[in-house]
């Protein structure tokens, strides 16, 4: 058995060696051939009616004969007409419309860089009368960049414009930090929501380092500036500062939570447990179940629909440091799920 793993362990360093290779090379390329004409920042919008619109056009031009499809568009553009006419005469009424923001989180929240911008573009435009919704994938992570990101969702909802989080995926720890902001949550009926605790995890080598003969000495002027070290010997003191520093962050959480969603029973979801959906919508912690791609086919029959994205292009080492992390990280789950499947099998 100790064979097969480091067997695999080899092959699974080739294999993310040669992968991160090629990437590299890859990434240099398409780096150098955009690097003039692509702007380092950059604010797109995109209209999802068009899109749907035109997914619909083809799968019609392929079902309908000739002459229905040139009828068809024949009457969509007499429609349009009429109601160009209405607006400029002033009779006809301003339709909804629904910005659609898209958060996929990270331990360091880093897509927060990009919300606060695409936050302030939408709010220059909307109306107590719009809507925003925030298709949102997050498992947690840092508390004070989630912290951060919340409040951009909350710069929103202080303005008195509808905030609509979606969870399709995941909005655990700081994703339900920031998903509670949010007038409405809508979740797919699987999505894993909840987690609201805090956790902390400290390595210690000390006892690795004693072994080896190496001694690092630690000084600090502050009782607290440090309360757990990861070379020095912990003491029962330093481990309760930390703990009290923890239920302090989860007091914060549960009174986020308590504010924005009253009807929550807050004592008894703050466990740091999740649930799917289902169980999510009896807690009161989500408010509907279905998905982002339902919500806004529906809305569209009735509703302007707006996806803003806004674009940060990184340095180059940085983009690298991140698509190895991302490597890294994906590699590492496959290699435990396949541990876990072996184990079991």
Same mark, same amino acid.
């Given at each position: ?72 568009? @024949? ?77 951009? &969702? ?65 000084? @600090? ?19 309760? @500062? ?11 959480? @549960? ?40 919500? &806004? &086919? ?48």
């Amino acid at each position: 058995m100790t064979d097969i793993v480091i067997q695999y362990g080899l092959f699974l360093a080739k294999a993310v060696t040669v992968v991160v290779l090629a990437w590299v090379i890859i990434a240099m390329v398409v780096s150098m051939s955009h690097r003039r004409s692509r702007p380092p920042e950059r604010l797109e919008v995109k209209s999802l009616n068009e899109k749907y619109e035109e997914m619909s056009d083809i799968l019609k031009e392929a079902m309908f004969s000739k002459k229905q499809f040139k009828r068809m568009l @024949k009457e969509r553009k007499a429609r349009r007409q009429a109601e160009e006419k209405k607006k400029q005469a002033g009779e006809a009424q301003p339709r909804k419309r629904i910005f659609v923001l898209d958060f996929r989180g990270d331990m360091r929240a880093t897509a927060v860089s990009s919300l606060r911008e695409e936050v302030t573009a939408v709010l220059t435009m909307a109306t107590p009368t719009d809507e925003v919704l925030v298709r949102l994938e997050n498992s947690g992570g840092l508390v004070h960049e989630h912290g951060l990101a919340a409040s951009q &969702l909350q710069r929103i909802r202080s303005r008195q414009i509808p905030l609509t989080v979606d969870v399709d995926k995941v909005a655990a720890s700081g994703g339900y930090m920031m998903a509670c902001v949010g007038n409405r949550i809508i979740a797919a009926p699987f999505a894993i929501v909840g987690s609201i605790g805090v956790l902390a995890q400290f390595p210690n080598f000390r006892a690795w380092l004693d072994r080896h003969g190496v001694y690092i000495e630690e000084l @600090k002027a502050g009782e607290h500036k440090q309360s757990l070290s990861m070379f020095g010997t912990n003491t029962d003191e330093e481990r309760t @500062k930390v703990k009290a520093q923890l239920e302090d962050v989860h007091a914060l959480f @549960k009174t986020l939570v308590a504010q924005n969603r009253p009807s929550v029973d807050v004592a008894g979801v703050a466990t740091g447990e999740y649930w799917y959906g289902v169980r999510a919508l009896n807690l009161n912690l989500v408010d509907d179940l279905t998905t982002s791609d339902d919500y &806004l &086919l529906a809305a569209s029959q009735n509703t302007e629909l707006y996806q803003v994205t806004y674009s940060i292009r990184k340095p180059f080492a940085e983009r690298m440091a991140s698509l190895v992390d991302a490597t890294s990280e994906r590699l590492f789950y496959s290699w435990c799920r396949r541990a876990e499947e072996s184990r079991w099998a």
